[in-house]
């Protein structure tokens, strides 16, 4: 069965970094563009992120440039987003998906407070 599994999210203080892991299953992944959305409460979801199959290419959105890096290890089906320089603002329940969309996972929650 098709699957995402989202972790390595947490508390962290403004300022710190934390490294979100998506693990999926090879269905999804295999030949497919990764992304990283992100839900906060009372908002609707939104992207964040995005890497080519190959991970030659990347993309983000404008107010995570330069602190988010995507990447993706292709021989353990699994995505990540390194988050650095975090703010109040960015504190969200993560998730992964491919482009084609798959079933979403269950995300992982991100907190950024003092």
């Known amino acids: 069965q098709a699957q995402l599994v989202e972790s390595g999210g947490g508390l962290v203080q403004p300022g710190g970094s934390l490294r979100l892991s998506c693990a999926a299953s090879?269905?999804?992944?295999?030949?497919?563009?990764m992304a990283w959305f992100r839900q906060a409460p009372g908002k609707q979801r939104e992207f964040v992120a995005q890497i080519t199959p190959n991970a030659t290419s990347t993309f983000y959105r404008q107010s995570v440039r330069g602190r988010f890096t995507i990447s993706r290890d292709n021989g353990k089906n699994t995505v990540y987003l390194q988050m650095n320089s975090l703010k109040p603002e960015d504190a969200a329940v993560y998730y992964c998906?491919?482009?084609?969309?798959?079933?979403w996972g269950q995300g992982t929650q991100v907190t950024v407070s003092s």
């Open positions: 998906n491919s482009m084609p969309f798959a079933s």
């Open positions: 090879g269905s999804i992944f295999r030949g497919n563009v």
